[in-house]
């Protein structure tokens, strides 16, 4: 027979709280069948014979052969859970597994070991030795030379001390060096917290006292900035009693950092849309050539040649815009800033062809 109203509610109150309030015994009670013309629930001794409705049959008891079958089962599923082919499967996936881990270590072990004897033989045979007639003589050969060059550069412990940023303008410094060695007279430096930008005469003159080592007191002079900060200058010392005053040229440094790319793009697009909503601009002639001339104004023209001193490809927030057509180059396995990568750059860009989307 159905549930009384007294049972289904009391069942109802149970189920609110989470079935806490009824025990086990009161909750299988109230699953048997009432008899009649009794109001209380009869004693489970007693409803044994009675239609259970509500609650499963039991199962039928098993006969010796059903009994002895389930038992082989369970012997052969235990067998099957300890055997030998469960073991052998096992221990051929850990060993597969093994083996593929051995293989790509001793790939990427070897692959280091190359890139570091490589890395090595151009620092001894290409060294410097902080002389601008040896990085002449390095590049003489080279069909062309990018006149802008832009490098990625990455502050160590995220400026928590001085010696990150001590670094960080001493690798400035060397790279301008070299630049002005070459004959490049376009250097931006991209470093994507731009900290840089808050020690600008800081870093001109560490780069000036550079140059100096270099050039001696005829050094080129240094144009210092960045986006939306005027330059710092300094005029050419004693240029005059240069006897190669012909290559000694003027060297332009540009500051740039990770909110001079997207957020860029993001304030030229907002201003572009408001010019355009009081009809100070025409929808037609927003185009690509004029994006491009309002972000080379505000920000920096492309460069020709990127170069990463990092390990692998991380361009860390670069301007997306400026680095349509640049070559892009890094040396696999490479740990710091060296001159090394500097010339095998420079030689990879006078072999490169430019297509232009040919």
Known sequence: MPFSAKDLQRYRKDEKFSH?????????????????NQKHV????????????YLPSPPPPLDRTRRASLSQVSREERKGKLGLRRFLRRHFHIFIYALIHLYFSIYIRLRQAYHAI???????????HHSPELIQRDIKDLSRLPKHLSVILTLEDQGRSGAGLEKLVNEAADIAAWCASAGITQLSIYEKTGILKGYVKETHQTISQRLQTYFGPSFPSVSLGAPHIPPVQSGLLSLSNSPNNENRKNINILLISAEDGRDSIVDLTKTLAEMSQRKKLQPADITTELVDAELSESVMEEPDLLVLFSPFVELAGYPPWQIRLTEIFHVPDNQGVGYQVFYRALCKFAKAQMRMGR
């Open 118 to 128: 490589g890395n090595r033989f151009y620092t001894v045979y290409h060294h410097h």
């Open 42 to 53: 009869i004693r489970p001794t007693l409803t044994l014979s009675i239609k259970q409705p």
């Open 20 to 36: 806490r309030l009824l025990t086990p015994e009161e909750k299988v009670n109230l699953l048997k069948v009432r008899a009649p």
